[in-house]
């Protein structure tokens, strides 16, 4: 399994931009297809983004398509979500974990269910 520690996340006015941090351990971090989740007060986590092993591929969930950009540098075992014009309605936790890779489609569901980090808090204020 793999150890996540998510970070970069605070208080931020609706407009605003964030780049979250994803530290990921283990010298195997090229293996996997990594992914950003969120989990907003009174409602279940949902997919964000995901990033295929060598940061060629990406998908994004509806909501964030032309505002979040997920990359990575696999020399620093790090996984990056930049988050622009962000809104009240962006307002959550913010998870990492690896994501299945098949038939050139990246996942949407996490490949650790059972290794979240503590996550990192967006707060957007209006």
């Known amino acids: 399994q793999i150890q996540l520690v998510e970070s970069g996340g605070r208080l931020v006015q609706a407009g605003d931009s964030l780049r979250l941090s994803c530290a990921v351990s283990?010298?195997?971090?090229?293996?996997?297809?990594m992914g950003w989740f969120r989990q907003a007060p009174g409602k279940e986590r949902q997919f964000v983004a995901a990033?295929?092993?060598?940061?060629?591929?990406?998908s994004y969930a509806d909501s964030v398509k032309g505002r979040f950009t997920i990359s990575r540098d696999n020399a620093k075992n790090t996984v990056y979500l930049q988050v622009n014009n962000l809104q009240p309605e962006d307002t959550a936790v913010y998870y990492c974990?690896?994501?299945?890779?098949?038939?050139?489609?990246?996942?949407?569901?996490?490949?650790?269910?059972?290794?979240w980090g503590q996550g990192t808090q967006v707060t957007v204020s209006s």
């Open positions: 283990g010298r195997t971090f090229m293996t996997y297809a």
């Open positions: 974990n690896a994501v299945p890779y098949d038939h050139h489609t990246l996942g949407v569901i996490p490949l650790f269910s059972g290794s």
């Open positions: 990033v295929n092993w060598s940061g060629t591929t990406t």
